[in-house]
């Protein structure tokens, strides 16, 4: 069975780098094909799809956010890592973390996701 | 950016049949995924590379792909349906990766 599950801070100011760690069992992140990504929700709207980083460090990132993204993985603690750094109100948000499966590199879904973490911005 | 566009909502009567569509012009060319969303819970895959259903989804969801439209079906929808429906695919290189706007089905 695989889980997943985000931590970090609830509450962050604004110009601050917001980081959330994503813990996960059920699959290694040394196996080839395999991956986690990052999406978040707005209150009331749309998921965003933020970063993907693969089993081979290989990593992904959404056009519109990626000077201020970075995704690590540590493999040993079977976690990945996110940062976004100069974090906006408008950045408040729920942000999930998922299991990535695919064929090719250009196939990707998330199945299954973690239950979210919402992440306020205020000072 | 790339973009995929779906209603914003869709109303069904029970045991009627909730058609979901999804545009974006790299479709023809990318898979699409559809999740399911229920108030206060994290997304659940319903549909993967079209047209494809997870082990556990329910037989009713079924998913289909016409030129830069895919469309999510389902037929003899239940109350237990109502929810919010996203589809997901990538731009025409496959490296970035988006989801459309999503769609509240409600059920009447």
């Known amino acids: 069975q695989i889980t997943l599950k985000e931590s970090g801070p609830t509450l962050v100011k604004p110009t601050q780098t917001l980081t959330l760690t994503c813990t996960f069992s059920?699959?290694?992140?040394?196996?080839?094909?395999?991956?986690v990504g990052w999406i978040r929700q707005p209150p009331g709207k749309a998921l965003e799809w933020l970063a993907l980083i693969y089993w081979n460090d290989d990593k992904r990132y959404s056009p519109s956010l990626k000077s201020r993204l970075t995704i690590t993985k540590d493999t040993s603690k079977n976690q990945v890592v996110l940062t976004m750094t100069n974090m906006d109100p408008v950045d408040t948000a729920t942000y999930y973390c998922?299991?990535?499966?695919?064929?090719?590199?250009?196939?990707?879904?998330?199945?299954?996701w973690g239950q979210g973490t919402l992440v306020t911005v205020s000072s | 950016s790339y973009e995929l566009t779906q209603p914003p909502s869709v109303s069904v009567s029970p045991g009627q049949t909730a058609r979901i569509t999804c545009s974006g012009d790299?479709?023809?060319?990318?898979?699409a995924y559809w999740y399911q969303q229920k108030p206060g819970q994290a997304p659940v895959l319903v549909i993967y590379k079209d047209s494809e259903r997870p082990s556990g989804i329910p037989e009713r969801f079924s998913g289909s792909s016409s030129g830069t439209t895919v469309t999510l079906t389902i037929s003899g929808v239940q109350a237990e349906d109502e929810a919010d429906y996203y589809c997901q695919s990538a731009d025409s290189s496959g490296t970035y990766l988006v989801f459309g706007g999503g769609t509240k089905l409600t059920v009447l």
């Open positions: 998922a299991h990535r499966l695919g064929g090719t590199v250009t196939d990707n879904w998330f199945d299954p």
């Open positions: 790299a479709l023809p060319k990318q898979y």
């Open positions: 059920g699959f290694s992140l040394s196996t080839s094909g395999v991956g």
